[in-house]
T-cell receptor, first 110, second 114 residues
């Protein structure tokens, strides 16, 4: 019930394409759903986040879509660029900590 | 602000040795998290401090691991004795009180135990 399941494990997208990463959860007590981006040799950094009372949040080329009834949320990267190549983690917030997905390694081919 | 500072950035040690990892959180942040990242297990929360007090250490693998936060600007994670399976990248992260969703990560310490 505390798990966050993330897919796919890895993803290759052509430059200019749309990258989509999906996450699913079981615990309806989760109250915040952030996405973190991690470049090699660096720590994860917050990219974008959404609360469960909102179905979509957009920041530039990055969009979170949230489906509360299905207990799923996804990250969409529009017009994907080589600089977006990184590992992406979804997470869900409990009372005092984040429950992390396993991560998706995204490669954008030029 | 300099961000979360971790030292050392890389550590190579031999099995059985004591390893101490250090973290300086962002000034003003009340919450501090220690994580371990490996290919096999992903990102694991080891321990969480709030106002220098350990709140949840259920993620600490075993008694060989210990963590302290003697003041608001410093924390240590100690492994004694170290084992090859402890090889991983260890991250420290901090957040403001009540802002657990926004955690600021340090650059990590890459630990290799031979």
């Amino acid at each position: 019930q505390q798990q966050v399941k993330q897919s796919p494990q890895s993803l290759i997208v052509q430059k200019g394409g749309i990258s989509i990463i999906n996450c699913a959860y079981e615990n309806t007590a989760f109250d915040y759903f952030p996405w973190y981006q991690q470049f090699p040799g660096k720590g994860p950094a917050l990219l974008i986040a959404i609360r469960p009372d909102v179905s979509e949040k957009k920041e530039g080329r990055f969009t979170i879509s949230f489906n509360k009834s299905a207990k799923q949320f996804s990250l969409h990267i529009m017009d994907s660029q080589p600089g977006d190549s990184a590992t992406y983690f979804c997470a869900a917030s409990t009372l005092y900590q984040l429950i992390w997905g396993a991560g998706t390694k995204l490669i954008i081919k030029p | 602000d300099a961000g979360v500072i971790q030292s050392p950035r890389h550590e190579v040690t031999e099995m059985g040795q004591e390893v101490t990892l250090r973290c300086k959180p962002i000034s003003g942040h009340n919450s501090l998290f220690w994580y371990r990242q490996t290919m096999m297990r992903g990102l694991e929360l080891l321990i969480y401090f709030n106002n220098n007090v350990p709140i949840d250490d259920s993620g600490m693998p075993e008694d060989r691991f210990s963590a302290k936060m003697p003041n608001a600007s410093f924390s240590t994670l100690k492994i004694q004795p170290s084992e090859p399976r402890d090889s991983a990248v260890y991250f420290c992260a901090s957040s403001e009180m009540g802002q657990k969703e926004t955690q600021y990560f340090g650059p990590g310490t890459r630990l290799l135990v031979l």
